[in-house]
């Protein structure tokens, strides 16, 4: 029904572009695009604005940036009047953040909540987008822009029996919006990745009993979060535009960090046990950068594996417990290092249980409970940490059409290609905010998103000051930024790991790292530099037949 409409051409509304999510993302997409005059509609499918933050409601979420980091940086009346409570600011508070952000300024009447963006159609004799909503509309607009989050598609495996459980399920990233309350309940949580790490501590105090349903351990840190010292904000609001600058040209991550100038092997092992100390206590993930290689060398990033696996066995008492949950799998840092408070301490609890489910893997969820190991454990909720189909996922659920009718997972089978992360040839005036093939999740995501926001909004503005109407990433551009994301890989410990940057959490899905390594400062040179050089790789013509499609590259 959806692709008749759309083979129709009845188009219910007229926008110059549509943006699909209102996370932040999306909001600050909207905010620049209004701003050029354009007309906008954003589509977001949750009850409210926010994305991640909207959705990830878990007890214990927070982030893992520092709160004076993780935030908006191009208003300087809002980054001067929002004051963060926290060193890592919870939750609520920063979905309070981004309703703050949609008032202020006044974004909700060009977002439609509630409705989620089924397919979108580029059609070559407009030069336009046709995009269709659940509710059964089709609307025209000259750019389709996708804001549509890096982890927001949630995944539970599908295990046998899972439909037969009688007690309550829920995931991590879809929470329910009123309080879960645990008191009394057996519970069971299956992975121990971020999420899950940070929800176990809490579910462990309200719970009769918690077992923790772990296959491969992960590396923490403490997070040491505690209330914002009014000092240090009214330091960093002093500053504030100095130390923006920074993350954003001089750092690798988008987080105002100091790295020495040594490995970890420049340094005696004493040396190197009290740096590792410091940052052990400093907390939160610039334990990386307590070294300059540790990403890079093998066995320098062994020395910091070997630090928390001591960490892990000082914390824990029982030695069997904390042997279970010393990760020698991956290099640590290869896979996003988790951040927690009280982690590894919960395991001390007498209402805990660590259950290992690699040695035997899930049998089957039963009416009342799960199976592994021949063993079954009666349990009233199952909490599923199991993750996200990361980067493509979101937008694989869209039925997107471009040139030639061929659709975008046709074009990703075998892993995403995109120029700079931001376009994919034969899709043309379609923009991925974050995309895969840019330092999207590898960073502090709003760095990124200010980032790509601002070259997108410049690109427009570009073209319709040149009265241009179609922009498209050349096939070969695309080639050439394709194999250089895989080198900067390949010269890294990242792909050692089976992690969700590679989309080994989801069978089948093919192996390729997805982000951009090369840091958000490299990048952005790269990205301006494009811009500068004409938009350089980038086809932009006067729209209609005359665009030359790729395949006649
Ligand atoms: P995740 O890192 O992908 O962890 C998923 C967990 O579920 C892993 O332990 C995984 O085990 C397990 N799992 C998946 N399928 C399973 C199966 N079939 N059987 C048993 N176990 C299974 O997901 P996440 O914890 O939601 O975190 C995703 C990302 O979100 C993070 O890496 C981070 O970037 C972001 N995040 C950030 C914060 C923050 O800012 N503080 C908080 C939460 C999340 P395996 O490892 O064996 O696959």
Same mark, same amino acid.
């Given at each position: 029904?959806?692709?008749?409409?759309?083979?129709?051409?009845?188009?219910?509304?007229?926008?110059?572009?549509?943006?699909?999510?209102?996370?932040?993302?999306?909001?600050?997409?909207?905010?620049?695009?209004?701003?050029?005059?354009?007309?906008?509609?954003?589509?977001?499918?949750?009850?409210?604005?926010?994305?991640?933050?909207?959705?990830?409601?878990?007890?214990?979420?927070?982030?893992?940036?520092?709160?004076?980091?993780?935030?908006?940086?191009?208003?300087?009346?809002?980054?001067?009047?929002?004051?963060?409570?926290?060193?890592?600011?919870?939750?609520?508070?920063?979905?309070?953040?981004?309703?703050?952000?949609?008032?202020?300024?006044?974004?909700?009447?060009?977002?439609?909540?509630?409705?989620?963006?089924?397919?979108?159609?580029?059609?070559?004799?407009?030069?336009?987008?046709?995009?269709?909503?659940?509710?059964?509309?089709?609307?025209?607009?000259?750019?389709?822009?996708?804001?549509?989050?890096?982890?927001?598609?949630?995944?539970?495996?599908?295990?046998?029996?899972?439909?037969?459980?009688?007690?309550?399920?829920?995931?991590?990233?879809?929470?329910?919006?009123?309080?879960?309350?645990?008191?009394?309940?057996?519970?069971?949580?299956?992975?121990?990745?971020?999420?899950?790490?940070?929800?176990?501590?809490?579910?462990?105090?309200?719970?009769?009993?918690?077992?923790?349903?772990?296959?491969?351990?992960?590396?923490?840190?403490?997070?040491? &979060?505690?209330? !914002?010292?009014?000092?240090? @904000? +009214?330091?960093?609001?002093? =500053?504030?535009?100095?130390? *923006? /600058?920074?993350?954003?040209?001089?750092?690798? &991550?988008?987080? !105002?960090?100091?790295?020495? @100038? +040594?490995?970890?092997?420049? =340094?005696?092992?004493?040396? *190197? /046990?009290?740096?590792?100390?410091?940052?052990?206590?400093?907390?939160?993930?610039?334990?990386?950068?307590?070294?300059?290689?540790?990403?890079?060398?093998?066995?320098?990033?062994?020395?910091?594996?070997?630090?928390?696996?001591?960490?892990?066995?000082?914390?824990?008492?029982?030695?069997?417990?904390?042997?279970?949950?010393?990760?020698?799998?991956?290099?640590?840092?290869?896979?996003?290092?988790?951040?927690?408070?009280?982690?590894?301490?919960?395991?001390?609890?007498?209402?805990?249980?660590?259950?290992?489910?690699?040695?035997?893997?899930?049998?089957?969820?039963?009416?009342?409970?799960?199976?592994?190991?021949?063993?079954?454990?009666?349990?009233?909720?199952?909490?599923?940490?199991?993750?996200?189909?990361?980067?493509?996922?979101?937008?694989?659920?869209?039925?997107?059409?471009?040139?030639?009718?061929?659709?975008?997972?046709?074009?990703?089978?075998?892993?995403?290609?995109?120029?700079?992360?931001?376009?994919?040839?034969?899709?043309?005036?379609?923009?991925?905010?974050?995309?895969?093939?840019?330092?999207?999740?590898?960073?502090?995501?709003?760095?990124?998103?200010?980032?790509?926001?601002?070259?997108?909004?410049?690109?427009?503005?570009?073209?319709?000051?040149?009265?241009?109407?179609?922009?498209?990433?050349?096939?070969?551009?695309?080639?050439?930024?394709?194999?250089?994301?895989?080198?900067?890989?390949?010269?890294?410990?990242?792909?050692?790991?089976?992690?969700?940057?590679?989309?080994?959490?989801?069978?089948?899905?093919?192996?390729?790292?997805?982000?951009?390594?090369?840091?958000?400062?490299?990048?952005?040179?790269?990205?301006?530099?494009?811009?500068?050089?004409?938009?350089?790789?980038?086809?932009?013509?006067?729209?209609?037949?005359?665009?030359?499609?790729?395949?006649?590259?």
């Amino acid at each position: 029904m959806i692709a008749s409409q759309q083979d129709s051409g009845v188009h219910s509304e007229t926008y110059d572009a549509v943006i699909v999510g209102a996370g932040f993302a999306g909001l600050y997409m909207l905010h620049r695009l209004r701003g050029l005059g354009l007309s906008v509609r954003v589509y977001e499918q949750g009850g409210d604005v926010g994305g991640t933050w909207y959705w990830n409601r878990y007890p214990g979420a927070r982030c893992d940036v520092e709160s004076m980091q993780y935030s908006y940086s191009f208003s300087e009346e809002l980054q001067r009047e929002w004051e963060w409570s926290e060193r890592y600011a919870p939750q609520p508070e920063i979905l309070r953040y981004a309703n703050h952000v949609a008032d202020r300024f006044d974004l909700r009447r060009d977002i439609q909540l509630g409705t989620r963006v089924e397919a979108a159609t580029f059609h070559e004799d407009e030069s336009r987008w046709s995009v269709a909503t659940q509710d059964g509309k089709t609307v025209s607009a000259a750019y389709f822009i996708l804001a549509t989050g890096c982890l927001s598609n949630a995944r539970i495996p599908d295990f046998k029996g899972l439909d037969r459980f009688r007690g309550a399920t829920y995931h991590t990233g879809h929470w329910p919006h009123e309080k879960v309350d645990f008191t009394g309940q057996r519970v069971g949580i299956i992975g121990t990745g971020s999420s899950a790490i940070q929800s176990i501590p809490i579910i462990a105090g309200e719970a009769l009993h918690l077992f923790v349903f772990q296959r491969t351990p992960n590396f923490s840190v403490p997070a040491h &979060n505690a209330s !914002l010292p009014p000092e240090i @904000e +009214r330091e960093w609001k002093a =500053d504030y535009t100095n130390r *923006r /600058r920074r993350a954003r040209e001089e750092s690798r &991550n988008g987080i !105002l960090t100091v790295i020495p @100038e +040594r490995g970890a092997l420049d =340094d005696t092992e004493e040396a *190197r /046990r009290l740096e590792y100390e410091a940052g052990w206590r400093r907390g939160g993930i610039s334990f990386m950068a307590s070294y300059n290689n540790l990403l890079l060398d093998q066995a320098s990033n062994e020395t910091a594996c070997e630090f928390v696996r001591s960490k892990i066995a000082e914390i824990v008492r029982d030695p069997a417990v904390a042997k279970l949950l010393e990760p020698h799998d991956h290099p640590i840092g290869s896979k996003r290092l988790c951040v927690d408070t009280g982690y590894y301490e919960t395991f001390n609890r007498p209402n805990v249980t660590l259950v290992d489910i690699r040695s035997h893997s899930i049998e089957e969820i039963l009416p009342d409970g799960l199976r592994t190991g021949g063993k079954d454990y009666q349990l009233d909720s199952i909490v599923f940490g199991t993750g996200f189909d990361a980067m493509t996922g979101s937008v694989a659920k869209i039925d997107i059409r471009g040139r030639a009718g061929t659709t975008l997972n046709q074009k990703w089978a075998e892993g995403p290609r995109t120029y700079l992360g931001l376009m994919s040839a034969g899709f043309p005036n379609m923009f991925i905010i974050t995309g895969p093939g840019s330092p999207s999740v590898l960073s502090n995501m709003i760095v990124s998103i200010e980032q790509h926001v601002d070259w997108i909004s410049d690109c427009v503005s570009y073209m319709r000051e040149r009265n241009l109407v179609v922009v498209e990433a050349t096939k070969s551009a695309e080639d050439h930024w394709v194999t250089q994301v895989n080198e900067v890989a390949s010269s890294t410990l990242y792909p050692q790991a089976n992690s969700w940057y590679m989309g080994a959490n989801i069978p089948g899905k093919p192996r390729i790292f997805m982000p951009y390594i090369g840091g958000v400062g490299a990048y952005r040179q790269i990205c301006n530099g494009v811009a500068a050089r004409g938009y350089e790789g980038f086809r932009m013509t006067s729209g209609g037949h005359g665009a030359i499609p790729v395949a006649a590259e």
